[in-house]
């Protein structure tokens, strides 16, 4: 057992380091603090998110519900990450390359029933995520944007399919081709940093 003398001196002896120990912590700075707490709210964010999708996973909700949770993880990361930087200038390129670190899984998506509308080969290694007897099919695989805009572009005009550019943006460009009667609808879209959608569109002239 300590006497009371002894448990004073204990008590003096941490008052008086921690009195020294202060002035470090005050020194540090504004903008160190703001990264800090930056860095606590991404681990936050992320954390839930492993959650919500394990939860999601044990569950049983589908492998599409799955997919959308999996591929909202590089938009939220980045939304996350633009907030912390509107805090504290230069904290966007040292969380990025924690967040381009976690190499999060992408859930391969599975091969509907149905058919190929357009009179073209499918870009190698796509798969059809939804088709409909209106004369409507999507795919969707792991590829360059260009590259799959460019192979649909050559598979139709090579068939002498005259290509008009209906719209275009960051995100997602739609194109045109017409032969005689036949008319088809092109919409490439960048759904995430590697994944691509395609949608074509059968139309009566």
């Known amino acids: 057992m300590y006497s009371k003398g002894e448990i004073g001196m204990n008590v003096r002896t941490l008052m008086m380091a921690a009195a ?9 700075s504004r903008k160190t603090w703001m ?12 954390s839930a998110w492993a959650l919500f999708a394990s939860a999601q996973w044990l569950f049983h909700q589908g492998r599409d519900a799955a ?36 190499n999060l899984k992408q859930v391969t998506p599975r091969e509907v029933s149905g058919s190929d509308v357009a009179p073209v080969e499918r870009y190698a290694g796509f798969v059809r995520t939804a088709w ?19 192979h649909y572009r050559k598979s139709f005009t090579g068939q002498d399919f ?6 275009g943006s960051q995100e997602a460009e739609v ?16 759904k995430s940093s590697n994944i691509v ?6 139309h009566s002239s």
Request: glycine share 8%; aromatic share 6%; hydrophobic share 40%.
């Open 35 to 46: 990264l800090i707490g930056g860095a606590a709210l991404l681990l936050v964010v992320l």
């Open 162 to 167: 005259i290509e008009t550019s209906l719209s």
């Open 67 to 102: 997919n959308d949770i999996v591929n909202s993880a590089p938009s939220l990361s980045k939304a996350v990450i633009g907030q912390v930087e509107s805090v504290a200038p230069g904290a966007k390129e040292k969380l990025a390359g924690v967040v381009e670190g976690l």
């Open 175 to 190: 194109h045109e081709y017409i032969k005689n009667d036949e008319r088809y609808v092109v919409t490439t879209t960048q």
């Open 20 to 28: 020294a120990y202060a002035p470090r912590l005050f020194q540090i």
């Open 197 to 202: 959608q395609v949608k074509i569109e059968k």
């Open 132 to 150: 409909d007897k209106s004369g409507v099919v999507q795919y969707e695989g792991k590829a360059e944007f260009q590259q799959v805009r460019d």
